[in-house]
T-cell receptor, first 109, second 112 residues
Framework: RKEVEQDPGPFNVPEGATVAFNCTYS??????FFWYRQDCRKEPKLLMSVYSSGNEDGRFTAQLNRASQYISLLIRDSKLSDSATYLCGEPDSWGKLQFGAGTQVVVTP | GAGVSQSPSNKVTEKGKDVELRCDPI?????LYWYRQSLGQGLEFLIYFQGNSAPDKSGLPSDRFSAERTGGSVSTLTIQRTQQEDSAVYLC??????????FGPGTRLTVL
């Protein structure tokens, strides 16, 4: 079983709608998680860090469910520019950040 | 700039040749990672350096791949006797510790 798992999608979202997707993790002791976005042929860029129950930054909300060992990312009022692959990262027991394979989001006009 | 830099940005080589890819991490970051990403695929972990500890080489796909980090700063990833399946984007990232990583723009390697 992979340490970090994500639904690959694609999630096709009408512009203005809300989309949410999850990332499951296996290290129950993890204290921090990270969401990155990666545009086509670009490097991943940090979107949000999650250190406690969740985090919110504008239209983006991350929530942590420790009991079920997953974090979610919710995007409200989707913009065309939100189209990207969203990667979830979790440090392992030695501090090495591990990534899921990513969830593709496609926002359509 | 203060970000992670990588060179070259693109590298085209012939099968069987050796290549060296360079990464300059953010100053002061103790952790440095190398990843490989094929088109449309996720990040494939290659190697991890943390401070003065022995590197975690568990992701290197074969003994043709090696990496070093000199003086706790610049890192070089070397691929010997390149094969066509080595063609990918090689990404470097640095981190101040067990925290968020900051990625460089990558080196696109094409093996003919």
């Amino acid at each position: 079983r992979k340490e970090v798992e994500q639904d690959p999608g694609p999630f096709n979202v009408p512009e203005g709608a809300t989309v949410a997707f999850n990332c499951t993790y296996s290290n129950s002791a993890s204290q921090s998680f990270f969401w990155y976005r990666q545009d086509c042929r670009k490097e991943p860029k940090l979107l949000m860090s999650v250190y406690s129950s969740g985090n919110e930054d504008g239209r983006f909300t991350a929530q942590l469910n420790r009991a079920s060992q997953y974090i979610s990312l919710l995007i409200r009022d989707s913009k065309l520019s939100d189209s990207a692959t969203y990667l979830c990262g979790e440090p392992d027991s030695w501090g090495k950040l591990q990534f899921g394979a990513g969830t593709q989001v496609v926002v359509t006009p | 700039g203060a970000g992670v830099s990588q060179s070259p940005s693109n590298k085209v080589t012939e099968k069987g040749k050796d290549v060296e890819l360079r990464c300059d991490p953010i100053s002061g970051h103790t952790a440095l990672y190398w990843y490989r990403q094929s088109l449309g695929q996720g990040l494939e972990f290659l190697i991890y350096f943390q401070g003065n500890s022995a590197p975690d080489k568990s992701g290197l796909p074969s003994d043709r791949f090696s990496a070093e980090r000199t003086g706790g700063s610049v890192s070089t990833l070397t691929i010997q006797r390149t094969q066509q399946e080595d063609s990918a984007v090689y990404l470097c990232a640095s981190s101040p510790g067990a925290n968020e990583q900051f990625f460089g723009p990558g080196t696109r390697l094409t093996v003919l």
